[in-house]
């Protein structure tokens, strides 16, 4: 993907989002910038804009870091409050409101994690059950590990030839763990990639068929499964670590 | 935020924690879990004729989901099976004083109650 392919052609998105709008200074119509052609005001960022369309990207799960670095220091500049500080109170509105949901939205997309999480917030309406059922053989592992635990605090006073092979078993069972952690990982990004093909717009990608629809549907239910997990290993794992340390 | 008096009140002293045996029949098991936070819950209920003489928690998570299984434990104690599926976590909320940010723990314990329940169901169902 390269950033001037994105520029040649913005996404329709991004253009409908723009066109409605006009400038709430002169009222002269907006064309899908950030400053009012013709009284050059500053324009407020819309509340309904995502923070792909925000940040000039597609709405997909690899992007381009640099692209994305390189557009919200550009818009950093164009809205930094400093630069209004003698303008109208209006515009120090809109230069704070703007700054503030750049940032949001540049956090948001810069790590991967909250990027697929907050694409599968975005995708909620379209994916008619993001929803999955409870990993439960997570959460009996989750639980014995927990007693594990417990077994080693409460041994670590009295019994040291107990407290040296429950360490131990810990310590393997962190490993484990933190490979599993690792796999989880790279399945994701595994996952970005397939989402990232299922709506590739170019003239020569496959057209869109019934099935993708589904396939869609599968990639977000597993990426949304995979980052819940994800959260539960973190705290079994982090809890395992502050145990035995 | 602080937490409320009550929320630190079973946090401190937790009320019925600890575990059934989950293969006996008078016991219902319900494990949930909150993908937002990672907390994970344990919820036992021990059923004789159709009421619930005694209830278990373990919960691994914030002050909030501890103090929620907790109050839990104690609301469920003594009542029938029908009586413990009309809890609801607003109920908790209101107790417990949570904060917005934390009624998901709540919900969490409502959860529970619910799977425990179930389990057990599915278990005098699957004797008969």
Redesign the interface.
Known sequence: MTTDGMQKAPTKRSELQMARSMCWHCQSEITGEYFCEQCVKVQPLSKEMDYFTCLGLPRLLNIDLAALEAKFYDLSRAFHPDFYQRKTASEQDISLGNSAMLNTAYRTLKDPVLRAEYLLRLEAGSAKDIRTS???DL??E??TL?EDLEAFRAASDQAPAAVASLRTKLAADRELLEQRQRDMEARLLELFSRWDALHDRRPQAAPATPHSQQDKEAVLKEMREL??NR??L???VN?LIATTA | MAYSEKVVDHFNNPRNMGSFKKDEEDVGTG???A??????M?LQIKVQDEKIVDARF?T?GCGSAIASSSLATEWLKGKTLQEAQQIKNTDIVQELNLPPVKIHCSVLAEDAIKAALNDYKKKTEEKK
């Open positions: 409870p990993p439960a959460f009996e989750i639980l927990q980052l819940s959260t539960y973190r705290n079994i809890d | 494990i949930v879990g993908p937002e936070c990672g907390d994970v344990k373990k691994f």
